[in-house]
């Protein structure tokens, strides 16, 4: 083993005994950037970033359940992205669905996909509801995979079944408005059932969210890193959550 790798796992134990585990985020959002500029960087195709961050998710997950963190939200894909080339595109799907193969494997694990499927190539859209429905009795990590998704749209698509439920119940729309609260919204998202993010962390040294979870992030706390996705480390990891529980979280007040 080379000497680096023996202090960063001497490193990591030391950041982990400095945790409180009674402060830990019970949701954790994880916007996965930079695997175009990490293959850039080491002069490899694009395709190679991509499979890079795919496995570096597998690892992560192995993190969170090390920790035992209830739930993660997975930032993989989003609406935006679906402009990109139709040659990447291809590649990240194929990506993509080798992963919820790897995924699937594990039975501990329960995944939740969200997004607009409809975006999706079928093979693909398939896949995640399988995968989905066959992994919802899991009692271990709930994994939301955030796959042509956008924060801005999940919020549309709630308040259109919010309204569509009210209209087979023969409410009107004068009475939903005068009777909508902010709860009900929640309701209605991808996310619905589930805890708001305590944290959000995105890599690659960017410092916005890119429509990560634009309802559910209104009191997240935020962690940005410098490193590309592919090479998040354990270390990279566990710093965030040492900043997180030394944090005093004050909701607005």
Known sequence: M?????????????????IPAEKLPGHIGMVVDGNRRWAKLAGAPTVHGHQAGADNIVEFLG?????????????????????????ELDDLMGIIANMLDRLAEQRDLCVQPMGAYDSLPDYL????HALGESSRNASGLHVNIAIGYGGRAEIV??????LSDADAAGTS?????????????SRYLYTRGQPDPDLVI???????????LTWQSAYSEFYFC?????????????RALRDFTDRQRRFGS
Not at 157 to 162: G, I, M, N
């Open 226 to 238: 410098e490193a590309l996705w592919p090479d998040f480390r354990k270390v990279d990891f566990l």
């Open 202 to 212: 995105r890599t690659s040294g960017e410092q916005r969210l890119s429509g990560f």
């Open 125 to 128: 859209s398939d896949k995640l």
């Open 63 to 87: 993190w969170c359940r090390e920790l035992n963190i209830p739930t993660v939200t997975l930032y993989m894909l989003s609406t935006d992205n679906m402009s990109r080339s139709n040659a």
């Open 173 to 185: 729309l004068a009475e939903v408005a005068r009777g909508l609260e902010v709860e009900h919204i």
């Open 2 to 18: 080379r000497l680096p790798e023996v202090l960063y796992r001497l490193y990591g134990k030391v950041l982990k005994k400095d």
């Open 157 to 162: 698509d709630a308040v259109k079944e919010l």
